[in-house]
T-cell receptor
């Protein structure tokens, strides 16, 4: 019972490098989300996708791009990583009936 | 501007006693509220939710209260257990047509044995 799967779990980047965080869910949910968690800041919404083919900005979208590749997959891309993007990133998907979010285990990113 | 606020970064409670975690929100369009629990190195897990048509929802040891006029919700855990020690986040979502879920900054609960 996989739920929401994120890869990679850990990544170290140098400033200016690019990378993509992958997320896949097997629960047939329409909506998917990317959050970042920083000490004292809680979980902040980066981007979300209400359904396949749509994406919208959240609270902190600058420096990120997303792709809703299909109903299962929602990727987050950092085109030119900055130290301020050092964080733990969480992907989530939402049930259509109860509105509950299911989270992945997180991806810890360090930008040097 | 923080739309969902948890003003207590941490809380310590004796085992068996009640834990009360508080959350305030500023956006009157929020109509669905959730609580999540998070252990270190894991993703947040859903605990309990409440819609704005209710003022209370109960699930076992966990009860969420919503005071719409004060834009305030609270999570009560009775009795508290050491396994409840975690970070708790409240979250809010707006009226139908929006899919944004906004989270608070979290409260770290420590239940002392």
């Amino acid at each position: 019972n996989a739920g929401v799967t994120q890869t990679p779990k850990f990544q170290v980047l140098k400033t200016g490098q690019s990378m993509t965080l992958q997320c896949a869910q097997d629960m047939n949910h329409n909506s998917m989300y990317w959050y970042r968690q920083d000490p004292g800041m809680g979980l902040r919404l980066i981007y979300y996708s209400a359904s396949e083919g749509t994406t919208d900005k959240g609270e902190v979208p600058n420096g990120y791009n997303v792709s809703r590749l299909n109903k299962r997959e929602f990727s987050l891309r950092l085109e030119s990583a900055a130290p301020s993007q050092t964080s733990v990133y969480f992907c989530a998907s939402k049930t259509d009936n109860t509105g509950e979010l299911f989270f992945g285990e997180g991806s810890r990113l360090t930008v040097l | 501007d923080q739309q969902v606020k948890q003003n207590s970064p941490s809380l310590s409670v004796q085992e068996g006693r009640i834990s009360i975690l508080n959350c305030d929100y500023t956006n009157s369009m929020f109509d669905y509220f959730l609580w999540y629990k998070k252990y270190p190195a894991e993703g947040p897990t859903f605990l309990i939710s409440i819609s704005s048509i209710k003022d209370k929802n109960e699930d076992g040891r966990f009860t969420v209260f919503l005071n719409k006029s004060a834009k305030h919700l609270s999570l009560h855990i009775v009795p508290s257990q050491p396994g409840d020690s975690a970070v708790y986040f409240c979250a809010a979502s707006g009226a139908s047509g929006t899919y944004k879920y906004i989270f608070g900054t979290g409260t770290r609960l420590k239940v002392l044995a």
